[in-house]
């Protein structure tokens, strides 16, 4: 069993307001959910309205399909134009 984390920093700069915020986080985690069926969370970066840290998590018996998965996530958070990826880190246990 192999679990694997992908951890996204993100740079929202069209949220004016914590509302702004809260429905592009909304929306991505929930197409994330419906498109690629993994499980993700908001982790980090509470602090501020432009920058955030998501969590993306999952599992499979196989490591090269985690690293795929999690790679073809990445490309469609990165497609989105309304958010701008600044760091991420992909590990696999």
Known sequence: MFVGVLTVDLFLPGAASLKDRRRVLRGLLDRLRN????ASAEVGGNGSWKAVTV??????NSAGHVERLLARV???IEAI???EVTSHLLEVW
């Open 74 to 76: 990445l490309q469609y």
């Open 55 to 60: 969590g993306i998590v999952t599992i499979s």
């Open 81 to 83: 134009p309304e958010i």
């Open 35 to 38: 498109r690629y069926n993994v």
